[in-house]
Every structure is written in structure tokens, then in C-alpha cells.
């Protein structure tokens, strides 16, 4: 079956300083979203990317979807401490199945 | 803050106990979900609504029993779970058919379940 996994699993980093998370799937993709867990939390909708090589921003966060639809990157630029929690991508098969979850990367920021 | 709300946020029950989670949104989402999800692990898909119908069962163990009275409501039955159910329960809910490509997946806040 299909399977997503990110690396790293755990990322801790100074305030002020980038972070990246990357998400690799088995099969290719039909679409990739990102969602965002705050400890506690639920996951919460970041965005979707459809296109081979589509890149996406949010202020500072800066999505991409890779040109062959099987990889995805969330890219931070000068994270704040209001960043920590857990990226997960979730990946839909070509197919137009069930969304799979990657692996999720842990991100904690030291003030 | 999520438009998808479900209740308890807590729980505790015994072994032998029968309860209910429940799920609401009013989004007019016709696709609804149930997963699962441990401490940190991603969330694991476990039932799929789509227009009130049961549309996909991940090999879920009978002891968890989904049902979709309208299109706005999700309960999850459960009965004689073992403590390691013990987990975080999310609903979720999307527009339109549930496997459509375009669909985004709305999570609620969770119901937090102990399984003593």
C-alpha cells in the first residue's frame, strides 16, 4: 500500500533560524495537503498543492510539490516560537483514494 | 477555530463499558470520517461517511461500531474496548463525494478516550 514518510522526525531550532520538513511517498500523488498539530491539538489545514512542481506561500511558510508528484517540502523562513508542533503532509493516490498521512516532523523552537 | 464539533472532548470507561462519541458539522459536507490517532503518530483513517453511507471500513475491530443518522451527524459506538484503544479520536468531514481528489479534510478537536 502506499506510504508517506518526512524526515526529519524531530527538528529543534533557535528562534530566528529556517526549518524544513520533507515528505517522500511510495506512489506517485494526485494531490498533497499539509495540516499543522499544536501539542493538545488537532491537525489543522495548511494547504493543498495539485500540480507537478507547484509552489505555494504563506507568509513565511513556503510549500512544493515535486515535478514528479511524489515528493513535497514545508519550508519556514525565520521560525517563531508560535511554529511549534507537528507537520504532517497527507497524500492522495492517483487514483483518487484515501488520503495517507506521512510521518509527521516534530518541530520545537527554543526561544 | 473548527467548524467540526465533537463531543466529549474527554472520556474515561471500564473494559466492560458502552459509550458514544459524537460529531457534528453543519458545513453541509456530504463525505465524514472517524480516525484514529496515538501519541505521536499521524492520525489513521478508520471509517468513511460519504452521503450518509458507510463507504470505507479499515479492517476496524467490531468493538467500534460508526453510524451516520444525517448528514450532519457521525456517532462512534463503543463497547468492551481493551486500554489500548486508548487514543485520540478525531472526526473529520469534506465536501462532496469523500475519495474526490480536490477534497480537503476539515479535523475536529479530537475526544481524547482512557480506557481503564
Known amino acids: 500500500g502506499q506510504q508517506v514518510m518526512q524526515i526529519p522526525q524531530y527538528q529543534h531550532v533557535q528562534e530566528g533560524e529556517d526549518f524544513t520538513t520533507y515528505c517522500n511517498s511510495s506512489t506517485t500523488l494526485s494531490n498533497i495537503q499539509w495540516y499543522k498539530q499544536r501539542p493538545g491539538g488537532h491537525p489543522v489545514f495548511l494547504i493543498q498543492l495539485v500540480k507537478s512542481g507547484e509552489v505555494k506561500k504563506q507568509k513565511r511558510l513556503t510549500f512544493q510539490f515535486g515535478e514528479a508528484k511524489k515528493n513535497s517540502s514545508l519550508h519556514i523562513t525565520a521560525t517563531q516560537t508560535t511554529d511549534v508542533g507537528t507537520y504532517f503532509c497527507?497524500?492522495?493516490?492517483?487514483?483518487?483514494?484515501?488520503?495517507?498521512f506521512g510521518t509527521g516532523t516534530r518541530l520545537a523552537v527554543r526561544p | 477555530d473548527t467548524e467540526v464539533t465533537q463531543t466529549p472532548k474527554h472520556l474515561v470507561m471500564g473494559m466492560t463499558n458502552k459509550k458514544s462519541l459524537k460529531c457534528e458539522q453543519h458545513?453541509?459536507?456530504?463525505?465524514m470520517y472517524w480516525y484514529k490517532q496515538k501519541a505521536k503518530k499521524p492520525p489513521e483513517l478508520m471509517f468513511v461517511?460519504?452521503?450518509?453511507?458507510?463507504?470505507i471500513n479499515e479492517s476496524v475491530p467490531s468493538r467500534f461500531s460508526p453510524e451516520c443518522p444525517n448528514s450532519s451527524l457521525l456517532n462512534l459506538h463503543l463497547h468492551a474496548l481493551q486500554p489500548e484503544d486508548s487514543a485520540l479520536y478525531l472526526c473529520a468531514s469534506s465536501q462532496g463525494q469523500a475519495l474526490g481528489r480536490g477534497n480537503t479534510i476539515y479535523f475536529g478537536e479530537g475526544s481524547w478516550l482512557t480506557v481503564v
Open positions: 461517511y460519504s452521503y450518509e453511507k458507510l463507504s
Open positions: 497527507a497524500g492522495r493516490g492517483s487514483s483518487g483514494d484515501k488520503l495517507t
Open positions: 458545513m453541509g459536507h456530504r463525505a
